[in-house]
């Protein structure tokens, strides 16, 4: 769907871009991340035709963007990181004029106005200028603008940006449901959005990119360690209070719960929170980080079943991403 062979773009003597070569498959879900400033917006903006490349080719499903851009732009929807919505039109104006400027027929457009507002969830704001919308519905007003005319790829450029927690989860909800039926690219310096809601990443810093892959794969490759956590009752215990009795009695389950678990082939690491033998006599369970040198969450839940122990949570450790975003836009002191 879309291919780039050498792309760069440079304003004057700066290299805002490149050079940059990857590859896009039909019904990929892939995100573009990277602190701000690094080219992410220049990038999207190349592949929208908004701006042309320094040097380097790029088609999209086949169609150079030089030679045929206006073919190219019919197969395109672009969300900007600030919606282009006009404040003296109508919401329903608005989406009528998109749809003629995208090439659709009046007929077309009157058929697809109705889906993409329903889609979006904007009827009820139909009649209203644009000016008067908050920002959660500019957004929503973007998103059905880029699929007014059913594109083949989609462009999403900090699609979240300036929403609340509650619109962020809209926003995610309606990407998820536009994977079914678009490629789509996704713009963002927030990791959570990046990996929920993306296939496949590709990392940019100083204008290249740096990495790609899934996030499995850019944490298998990348991090030294691969982390878990697992909260466990241990053998013989139960909660009993904060007093120092109750935790000088859980300190001999901790620490054998400690040694079950450092002895585990591939365990390269056991952190306990402070005063585990409080928390175990407070609440009757511990919570402990172990990283590895693989993924060893089954060899670990093996061995503490085997040796008495309650497994009671086990999952993936957090910020798997986020440790490899800052080693490779930080380098290793950051």
């Not at 059913?150 to 309606?174: A, F, N, S």
């Amino acid at each position: 769907m879309v291919h780039l062979s050498d792309v760069t773009k440079y304003y004057g003597k700066k290299r805002a871009l490149g050079p940059v070569s990857f590859e896009i498959e039909r019904g990929d879900t892939v995100g573009f991340l990277g602190l701000n400033g690094v080219g992410k917006t220049t990038l999207l903006k190349i592949l929208a035709c908004g701006l042309r490349p320094s040097s380097g080719t790029v088609t999209i499903d086949g169609l150079d963007i030089l030679e045929e851009p206006h073919e190219v732009r019919k197969r395109v929807g672009y969300l900007p990181e600030l919606p282009p919505v006009y404040g003296d039109m109508t919401v329903g104006d608005y989406l009528h004029f998109a749809g003629r400027i995208r090439g659709l027929a009046p007929e077309a457009v009157a058929r697809r106005v109705p889906e993409v507002e329903e889609y979006a969830r904007i009827i009820e704001v139909h009649d209203m200028p644009a000016r008067n919308l908050s920002q959660g519905y500019r957004q929503r007003v973007g998103v059905a603008q880029a699929i007014i005319h059913d594109p083949d790829l989609l462009i999403l450029d900090e699609p979240t940006h300036d929403l609340d927690p509650v619109q962020i989860m809209e926003m995610r909800g309606m990407i998820r449901a536009l994977k079914d039926s678009h490629t789509i690219l996704i713009s963002s310096h927030i990791l959570p959005e990046i990996s929920q809601t993306c296939d496949r990443l590709l990392i940019l810093n100083d204008g290249e990119i740096v990495a790609s892959g899934t996030e499995a794969e850019l944490g298998d490759t990348l991090l030294r360690s691969r982390g878990m956590v697992v909260t466990v009752r241990p053998a013989g215990t139960a909660g009993a209070g904060e007093d120092a009795d109750a935790e000088a009695d859980a300190q001999p389950a901790v620490d054998a719960l400690d040694r079950v678990i450092r002895s585990v082939p591939g365990v390269t690491g056991v952190r306990l929170p402070d005063r585990p033998a409080r928390a175990v006599a407070a609440t009757g369970a511990l919570t402990i980080r172990v990283d590895g040198e693989a993924d060893v969450r089954a060899p670990v839940c093996r061995a503490l079943v085997e040796a008495g122990h309650d497994v009671v949570g086990l999952t993936r450790a957090e910020r798997e991403l986020e440790r490899v975003f800052v080693e490779l836009v930080g380098g290793a002191e950051a």
